[in-house]
């Protein structure tokens, strides 16, 4: 689907668009209906305007494409003036544009990677949405962004949906080659050998039990002046995840290929950063691994030595992310960030505590906890703070070696905050550090109107937090 713009009111565009009419009138609640003259029209009710918060303003725009596909319209066009909404207007003419751009694209997502029957082959497609009357700079600059952010929101979205057998480590840095192709990142790929060297003992005995080799993503960015130091994102990139010899039970293994939304998530607000040419100097980093079955895997009770030196025993082999993520952390130290980010679907815990609503975040800063729920508003992925607070430390002491990567009591209370806990030993100090479990969004729910499978979040949150640095 390509979205347009024209100078043109919307009751003079060309005969073959299907005019969009919102109004208050619930009555009107969708439904096409044909002029004398055979144009097409497309009513929908959207209730209150002054009740359009930009939490529904996303749905409601999302709710378009829905509907336009229900009814096969083909060519859709579109007035939305920015005055009908009062409570969008502090947010600006290019917020407005870019969310619109932004959600229309992610709601016409559809993951089709392995079916054999493309949909909308015999069904007719939506192949165009316009906006009428003119578009202000501002608003024109806000459509443009919103593009880019949702291609690369959507790329995400295919790297996570394809399967295990078909993204290994191996498969996930060439998926980042892929998608970084035409931008000025630059990519290094640590294989093995290289992670021996750098002593990443944590993140490859996560990988152990296969011979899908482990591999360090390191894409870099940089937009800024050379001397900035630069915002660094770490993502988890298990490939697959059975739980390792402590494995998974059966129904709670089989979307476990999407562990890697994390990394994919970081390649994805890669491109954005890049295709936006941000004044920023900014560095992703995916740990990438498969956290197998087999006789060569981690067992649980083996003690690895982490890239920081620390100690790790390993009481459980499902609690791999952290191990993964430790090193990363470590790792981001070297590139002299002035901010550090992680994003994981760390703990399934987390969506028992936030349900599938938001992001769960931690961080020791303040500041960077308000910034972080303040751009989720701004961005549609929304967060809510958990607390990594000193007393957390405790339960994470290992009798044999300095740290254990669960609570050495089994305790199952906290297990989010646990997560966190655990990978503050590996955040480099004195800088800003936020980790984003984003398990509860790992897939989307039927309220979301998306695609059932991964969302492609956070990748707007992440690209916003680089603007706004
Ligand atoms: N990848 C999982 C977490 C997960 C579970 C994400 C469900 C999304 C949906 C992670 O590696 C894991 O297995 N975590 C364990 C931690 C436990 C062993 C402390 C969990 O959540 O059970
Ligand atoms: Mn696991
Ligand atoms: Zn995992």
Known sequence: MRLTSTEKDISKVAKKYCRLVVSEDPASNHRLVEAADGTLSYKMGVGKYKDVTPRKFRLLVRSIVRAAKAHQVEYLAVQLSNSLFPQLQEYGERWVLRTIAENLLLANYEFTKYKTKKTGKQAKELKEICFCNGLNKEAKRGFVEGQVVAAAANTTRDIANTSGADMSPRQL????????????????????????????????????????????????????????????????????????????????????????????????????????????????????????????????????????????????????????????????????????????????????????????????DEELQRLLIDLGEESGDYTWPLPVWEEYQKPLKSTRADLANIATNFSRFGGTIEGGAFLQNFAPKNVPWAHIDMAPRMEATAEDKLAKGATGEPVRLLVTLAEAL
């Open 173 to 364: 840095a060439a998926a980042a080659k892929k998608t970084l192709k035409a931008t000025s990142v630059k990519i290094k790929v640590h294989n093995e050998a290289e992670l021996k060297k750098l002593k990443a003992n944590l993140l490859l005995a996560v990988g152990q039990g296969t011979k899908e080799p482990t591999q360090l993503i390191t894409m870099s960015y940089m937009g800024g002046k050379k001397a900035e130091r630069p915002l660094v994102l770490v993502g988890k990139g298990i490939t697959y995840d059975t739980g390792g010899l402590n494995v998974k039970p059966s129904g709670a293994m089989h979307d476990m290929h999407l562990d890697m939304s994390g990394g994919a998530a970081v390649i994805g607000a890669m491109q954005a950063i890049a295709k936006l040419k941000l004044k920023k100097n900014v560095i992703g980093i995916v740990a990438a691994a498969e956290n197998a079955v087999s006789a060569e895997a981690m067992r649980a009770g083996d003690i690895f030595t982490a890239m920081n030196g620390k100690t790790v025993e390993v009481l459980h082999t499902d609690a791999e992310g952290r191990l993964a993520l430790a090193d990363a952390l470590t790792y981001s130290e070297r590139f002299n960030p002035k901010m550090i980010i992680d994003v994981a679907t760390l703990t399934g815990a987390s969506l028992v505590a936030l349900g599938q609503q938001a992001h769960a975040i931690m961080t020791p």
